[in-house]
């Protein structure tokens, strides 16, 4: 057994093949899983690595393969619980994968998240992109330079760019049929930017959804908020003060419902009694305010590996961007739930 004297630099890929007491091809094929080695094999050089304290020189390698086993992240708000709460997901499969994470905050500045992209390019494998800017102009350059990238929650209408996403159509349909079920007469819809996909999506599924119930367009009131609590604060102060009479309000994030629970007490409307108030996300914090959030549930984890294995696919075997479409669910608390008197 060959024991690495103190101080004499750090291990190299030549001391665990010793150690292990292989070929130095299969050791950094068992490290790197390039070609097939068998287990007995694999078990050995796992182990000398670990007892060496050996570290891969990412640098060397990316010079060797082309690539830097490193992925760039660009999301527009990390204090956000949904993105937050995928960011998490996604940090820990990169951790088990031996990818680094270039994490970008644009802080939905559309200039930032555009220069942010064209600096990764040069330096990340792929890039999964959270975007609240989905214009093509934005992701020539990244693209025209063959950059991998998958988009996150917000689409992309566009050649090239994998996707996933949720049904956002569909969460906005059952939105409006659960509301009108749980006895809302006059509707307020609490959208997001104009910009944004989801929003644009998840209001239109509203919309369907209360015309297919036999809903007049006209007891629909809708008012444009940030997805923020304070955007909900806000845009339910609007809503109110216009239409008092909603007595039904579907907001495009959670973030917007609980502002405007929050708002709606201030202003001496009880919710659900006086207002139904049903989100979208299902955030942790919707099922801990009191009254507990009325929700559309998104597969958060399972849409952050989905696209953490889509990139890296796309990264390391090439091949056609796919769109991955989840489906969501309806999530009853006590939001939506008036108490009848007998």
Same mark, same amino acid.
């Not at 993105?83 to 990818?99: K, N, P, R, T, Y």
């Not at 025209?144 to 906005?172: K, M, Q, R, T, W």
């Not at 304070?230 to 959670?254: I, K, N, Q, S």
């Given at each position: 057994?060959?024991?690495?004297?103190?101080?004499?630099?750090?291990?190299?890929?030549?001391?665990?093949?010793?150690?292990? %007491?292989?070929?130095?091809?299969?050791?950094?094929?068992?490290?790197?899983?390039?070609?097939?080695?068998?287990?007995?094999?694999?078990?050995?050089?796992?182990?000398?690595?670990?007892?060496?304290?050996?570290?891969?020189?990412?640098?060397?390698?990316?010079?060797?393969?082309?690539?830097? #086993?490193?992925?760039?992240?660009?999301?527009?708000?990390?204090?956000?619980?949904?993105?937050?709460?995928?960011?998490?997901?996604?940090?820990?499969?990169?951790?088990?994968?031996?990818?680094?994470?270039?994490?970008?905050?644009?802080?939905?500045?559309?200039?930032?998240?555009?220069?942010?992209?064209?600096?990764?390019?040069?330096?990340?494998?792929?890039?999964?992109?959270?975007?609240?800017?989905?214009?093509?102009?934005?992701?020539?350059?990244?693209?025209?330079? =063959?950059?991998?990238? &998958?988009?996150?929650? /917000?689409?992309?209408?566009?050649?090239?760019?994998?996707?996933?996403?949720?049904?956002?159509?569909?969460?906005?349909?059952? !939105?409006?049929?659960?509301? &009108?079920?749980?006895? =809302?007469?006059?509707?307020?819809?609490?959208?997001?930017?104009?910009?944004?996909?989801?929003?644009? %999506?998840?209001?239109?599924?509203?919309? !369907?959804?209360?015309? =297919?119930?036999?809903?007049?367009?006209?007891?629909?009131?809708?008012?444009?908020?940030?997805?923020?609590?304070? =955007?909900?604060?806000?845009?339910?102060?609007?809503?109110?003060?216009?239409?008092?009479?909603?007595?039904?309000?579907?907001?495009?994030?959670?973030?917007? !419902?609980?502002?405007?629970?929050? /708002?709606?007490?201030?202003?001496? #409307?009880?919710?659900?009694?006086?207002?139904?108030?049903?989100?979208?996300?299902?955030? +942790?914090?919707?099922?801990?305010?009191?009254?507990?959030?009325?929700?559309?549930?998104?597969? +958060?984890?399972?849409?952050?590996?989905?696209?953490?294995? %889509?990139?890296?696919?796309?990264?390391?075997?090439?091949?056609?961007?796919?769109?991955?479409?989840?489906?969501?669910?309806?999530?009853?608390?006590?939001?939506?739930?008036?108490?009848?008197?007998?």
């Amino acid at each position: 057994m060959k024991i690495v004297p103190p101080g004499r630099g750090p291990v190299t890929l030549r001391d665990v093949a010793e150690h292990a %007491q292989v070929s130095i091809a299969t050791a950094s094929n068992a490290l790197t899983g390039a070609r097939r080695v068998g287990p007995d094999s694999v078990e050995r050089v796992l182990r000398s690595a670990a007892e060496l304290g050996y570290r891969p020189n990412g640098v060397a390698r990316s010079l060797r393969t082309g690539l830097h #086993r490193s992925i760039g992240l660009v999301i527009p708000d990390v204090t956000n619980p949904f993105w937050a709460g995928m960011v998490s997901v996604i940090e820990g499969l990169a951790d088990e994968s031996g990818f680094q994470l270039s994490l970008v905050n644009t802080g939905f500045d559309a200039g930032r998240e555009s220069a942010s992209l064209t600096r990764l390019a040069g330096s990340v494998d792929g890039v999964l992109l959270f975007s609240t800017n989905p214009r093509a102009t934005m992701l020539a350059p990244a693209l025209g330079g =063959g950059l991998p990238i &998958v988009a996150v929650d /917000e689409g992309f209408e566009l050649e090239g760019i994998g996707g996933v996403y949720s049904d956002n159509v569909g969460g906005g349909r059952l !939105a409006a049929e659960h509301l &009108v079920d749980a006895g =809302g007469t006059v509707f307020g819809l609490l959208a997001g930017p104009a910009s944004l996909t989801t929003a644009a %999506q998840r209001s239109a599924g509203f919309a !369907a959804g209360l015309a =297919g119930r036999g809903v007049d367009p006209s007891r629909l009131h809708r008012v444009t908020a940030p997805y923020s609590f304070e =955007g909900g604060r806000e845009g339910v102060r609007r809503m109110l003060d216009r239409h008092p009479e909603v007595d039904a309000l579907f907001a495009c994030t959670d973030n917007q !419902a609980i502002g405007a629970t929050f /708002e709606a007490h201030d202003l001496g #409307r009880l919710v659900p009694d006086d207002l139904l108030v049903c989100g979208f996300d299902d955030i +942790s914090w919707a099922s801990r305010i009191t009254p507990a959030l009325t929700t559309l549930r998104q597969d +958060s984890a399972g849409m952050a590996r989905r696209a953490f294995e %889509q990139l890296v696919e796309l990264v390391t075997h090439g091949g056609a961007p796919e769109v991955t479409v989840f489906p969501v669910s309806l999530v009853e608390r006590a939001s939506t739930r008036r108490v009848t008197s007998v």
